[in-house]
């Protein structure tokens, strides 16, 4: 059974960085695209990253390039996503999404397996 389990979040202040994890079972991540997207309370789903699965390419929201990095560890089948110099609005519940094939998409819809999704709550 295909399954994805997010972790690392949490509560951190203001100019901080957290290291989500998002470890896979049932699924050979090296082959799939992987995305994070995330949640604020009242908000609608927002993308974040997303790494290929053909050629580990990535790929950001425009508002968050140059402080979130996606990257994998196929040996482990994990995807993170580090997150640095934390603002509030970063708040949300994060989310880790594959899908079966490897090209990348910014639309959630285009996913095919979730994670149970992980609270990170930025203080300022």
């Known amino acids: 059974q295909e399954q994805l389990v997010e972790s690392g979040g949490g509560l951190v202040q203001a100019g901080g960085s957290l290291r989500l994890s998002c470890a896979a079972s049932?699924?050979?991540?090296?082959?799939?695209?992987v995305g994070w997207f995330r949640q604020a309370p009242g908000k609608e789903r927002q993308f974040v990253a997303t790494?290929?699965?053909?050629?580990?390419?990535?790929y950001y929201a425009d508002s968050l390039k140059g402080r979130f990095t996606i990257s994998r560890d196929n040996a482990k089948n994990i995807v993170y996503l580090q997150m640095n110099n934390l603002k509030s609005e970063d708040t949300a519940v994060y989310y880790c999404?594959?899908?079966?094939?490897?090209?990348?998409?910014?639309?959630?819809?285009?996913?095919?397996?979730w994670g149970q999704g992980m609270q990170v709550t930025v203080s300022s």
């Open positions: 049932g699924i050979v991540f090296r082959l799939n695209a």
């Open positions: 790494i290929s699965g053909t050629d580990s390419s990535t």
């Open positions: 999404a594959a899908r079966r094939g490897g090209t990348p998409y910014s639309l959630g819809s285009q996913y095919d397996y």
